[in-house]
């Protein structure tokens, strides 16, 4: 089961696109025992959408990395990334990852986006 958390992301158009206007870093840890995760991460989605319609989907190199060593998830979204929001308003993301060997992809984080639009 997912774990569930919602987050704000801010476009602010007056800004350069390559501003960070979200960043967050997510630990990933076995539920059972609250140690780090022993997996390595193949693959790692993150996306938000609108009634179902993608409007960001960032992956590892583009936006995500995966650090073997910590175990951890770090997800950067710029600017330029969030012009799609044209007014306050709220949508869908998910954190979805395949691991290595495993050809199952887990959505282990999802939530709702406030997005607002900052004049």
Known sequence: MADMKDIEVRYIPALSGDAIVFVD???IVDAGTGLP???TAEQVVFSISENERSKLL???GDGIV???TEKSISITIRNDQM???RADGEYDYAL???WVG???ARTIREGTVTAVRVA
Do not use: A
Request: avoid cysteine; charged fraction near 30%; aromatic fraction near 14%.
């Open 66 to 68: 995966w650090n073997d």
């Open 37 to 39: 995760v022993e997996f």
């Open 25 to 27: 870093k997510i630990g």
């Open 102 to 104: 495993n050809d199952l």
């Open 58 to 60: 960032l992956r590892l």
């Open 96 to 98: 979805s990852v395949q």
């Open 83 to 85: 012009r799609f929001v």
